[in-house]
């Protein structure tokens, strides 16, 4: 498929980084596939009548985001797009079903733990009480996107390993009679150990984007507390923003 390129010299915009929104829109939208070629650098600033050095210019900031990834012998591949996620209650699972990403979860624990402060005081039970610790590998098209850890109140669902492995946990808390109906949510970023770097295919140091999100049900019950890590070359939160009246 021949992509419609174009620039606009008249425009403020640089033209790297016209090129590059393009590409990247491409990619969004799924006219450039997983997989697919783009074309060389001379091919393509020859089309466009760009300098070889702004060609590459905007190809290397999409490298830099993880949307391509240039092989040798090979030329300049797309990789994924980024999952964008919507800041509103739903799961990984369910966002990444949404943008096609083909879901796939690895469980490395599921187990009952005696509950933390810092747990006890997210699900509202006594410390030291039993709760449900699940551990698990987020992947998409069989690379890592991100480690979910989740503690849920004891007797609240059957958290069947290989149901884990087959979906999302929201969606077997609703098959499970469960409403969700609110979140209190908190989104941070920091340095990867060299534990979580081996996990998410990162390099050691590299930057994690983290989130801690307490649900509750129609009844106001706290019925799982997480804390996850995710990508940011794979991986973003999309905040829409109004102004109070």
Do not use: W
């Not at 915009?13 to 060389?40: D, M, R, W």
């Not at 091919?43 to 990834?69: C, F, H, M, N, Y």
């Not at 079903?97 to 733990?113: D, F, H, S, W, Y």
């Not at 984007?209 to 890590?229: C, I, K, N, P, S």
């Amino acid at each position: 498929m021949t992509l419609e390129l174009s620039v606009d010299r008249s425009s403020p915009v640089p033209l790297y980084f016209q090129l590059s929104q393009q590409l990247e829109a491409a990619i969004e939208h799924g006219t450039l596939t997983p997989g697919s070629l783009l074309g060389n650098e001379i091919e393509l600033a020859a089309r466009l009548g760009l300098s070889r050095p702004t060609v590459r210019q905007a190809i290397q900031s999409l490298v830099d985001k993880g949307l391509l990834v240039r092989r040798r012998g090979v030329g300049t591949q797309v990789v994924h797009s980024q999952v964008k996620r919507p800041l509103e209650l739903s799961s990984l699972y369910d966002d990444l079903e949404a943008a096609g990403q083909r879901p796939a979860t690895k469980v490395l624990a599921n187990t009952v733990i005696e509950a933390t402060a810092e747990i006890a005081a997210a699900l509202g039970v006594p410390e030291g009480s039993d709760v449900h610790r699940v551990e698990r590998l987020r992947l998409a098209h069989g690379e890592p996107m991100a480690h979910l850890c989740n503690y849920i109140p004891p007797a609240l669902l059957d958290l069947d390993t290989a149901q884990l492995e087959n979906t999302g946990l929201y969606r077997m808390m609703r098959a499970a009679g469960i409403t969700l109906h609110s979140a209190r949510q908190s989104i941070g970023a920091r340095a990867a150990t060299a534990e979580e770097a081996e996990r998410l295919a990162e390099e050691a140091g590299a930057p994690l984007l983290t989130m801690q999100r307490v649900t509750f049900d129609d009844t106001g019950r706290a019925v799982e507390y997480g804390t996850h890590t995710y990508r940011p070359t794979r991986y973003s939160f999309e905040f829409q923003l109004l102004v109070r009246p």
